[in-house]
């Protein structure tokens, strides 16, 4: 069983910076790529950017050059440092990692429970 927690929402105005943090614990494989997702209210909930545990990014295209994703392997932990704000960016961010024993074999998922992003104009 591998647990996610967030932190590092809040209110922000438009322009500003927020760095949101995830912290997995548990079992976690070495084969594993967590991601940011995002739900603004009405709408479904859509990936914003992921990272594999080998370092690649990316990025969806309305968060690009704003947003910048990393992870520190050694705590388990994922970033995403957010700049350049807009109300349209106000949302739950959800962290999510996908792991596996190995390329070819089963994977698994886990969320954590979100924190909210809220930007004012």
């Known amino acids: 069983q591998v647990q996610l927690v967030e932190s590092g929402g809040g209110l922000v105005q438009a322009g500003g910076s927020l760095r949101l943090s995830c912290a997995a614990s548990?079992?976690?494989?070495?084969?594993?790529?967590m991601a940011w997702y995002r739900q603004a209210p009405g709408k479904q909930r859509e990936l914003v950017a992921s990272?594999?545990?080998?370092?690649?990014?990316n990025y969806v295209d309305f968060v690009k050059g704003r947003f910048t994703i990393s992870r520190d392997n050694a705590k388990n932990t994922v970033y995403l440092q957010m700049n350049s704000l807009k109300p349209e960016d106000t949302a739950v961010y959800y962290c999510n990692l996908v792991h596996s024993r190995g390329v070819f074999g089963p994977s698994y998922a886990y969320w954590g429970q979100g924190t909210q992003v809220t930007v004012s104009s």
């Open positions: 990272i594999t545990s080998g370092g690649n990014t």
């Open positions: 548990g079992s976690i494989f070495s084969i594993n790529v």
